[in-house]
């Protein structure tokens, strides 16, 4: 069975905020939606309930978008290539910033916590890297029982649960003078193998690194379900750019 933590260990840590393109827009964005949403930090000294927790928080997009919004942060990823260009993005920014960065699957985030937390995110694509659907009720369950009162979760995926056919299953990600990287998407009943083409230019001519790992399918209403299953009021529902946007808060 692929592994999510090998194939990004593998091939896609190195070219991942290549991918995603310029970074500081992209947290700059981060930032604006999260701010949308309510995500301001409470005033220092607050204790517990001004840190946030980025669960895959690879390259730190949402990180310094959190930073940016007053959070003291807690950023856990599998991937120890991207956590040290957390490290580098964050102790380049012109405020200052309390961010531990830890290595670990996301899943284990509540051991790493002293108290209630007034913000969780688990954004970009992160949810559906999860092992199953189980796991994810776990995952809500858990960021339930660790906010602080009126704390938010707040939460983007791809919605995966309807099938793409022939040639649309061929992604092009991006692609430049020196790499060009394609996905293809094979689905099966509760995952898609995603297959990551990763073309690199050398001195004897073009390299090919393939790779591939399992992406939860996850329909919307089921996890929307799962929140109000788990205690959460929903604050904001859409699908804005191609992902899922979820945004619940604990009883305040």
């Known amino acids: 069975m692929a592994d999510v933590a090998d194939h990004y260990q593998r091939l896609l840590a190195d070219c991942y905020s290549w991918m995603l393109g310029d970074f500081d827009a992209r947290a700059e964005r981060e930032r604006a939606f999260l701010e949308q949403c309510g995500l301001r930090a409470p005033a220092a000294g607050a204790g517990a309930a001004d840190v946030a927790l980025d669960l895959g928080a690879g390259s730190g997009h949402q990180t310094v978008a959190l930073v940016?919004?007053?959070?003291?942060?807690?950023?856990?990823?599998?991937?120890a290539k991207l956590l040290d260009e957390l490290r580098r993005r964050v102790a380049g920014l012109d405020v200052v910033s309390d961010v531990v960065a830890i290595q670990d699957d996301l899943s284990h985030f509540p051991r790493?916590?002293?108290?209630?937390?007034?913000?969780?995110?688990?954004?970009?694509?992160?949810?559906t890297h999860l092992p199953s659907a189980e796991a994810v009720r776990g995952l809500l369950a858990g960021a339930r029982a660790s906010l602080a009162p009126g704390g938010a979760l707040v939460l983007t995926y791809r919605d995966l649960s309807r099938a793409l056919e022939e040639t649309d299953r061929f992604i092009p990600v991006r692609a430049d003078d020196e790499r060009i990287l394609t996905c293809f998407l094979e689905y099966l009943p509760e995952v898609v193998r995603v297959h990551d083409l990763l073309h690199h230019r050398t001195s004897e001519g073009w390299r090919l690194e393939k790779?591939?790992?399992?992406?939860?399918?996850?329909?919307?209403t089921d996890v929307e379900r799962w929140l109000v299953e788990a205690g959460f009021s929903l604050a904001h529902v859409a699908s804005t750019r191609g992902l899922v946007e979820l945004v619940a808060r604990s009883p305040g």
């Open 68 to 79: 940016r919004l007053g959070w003291r942060v807690r950023a856990i990823d599998s991937s």
């Open 211 to 220: 790779s591939w790992y399992p992406k939860l399918r996850l329909a919307a």
């Open 112 to 127: 790493y916590l002293d108290g209630p937390v007034g913000a969780i995110v688990c954004m970009g694509d992160t949810l």
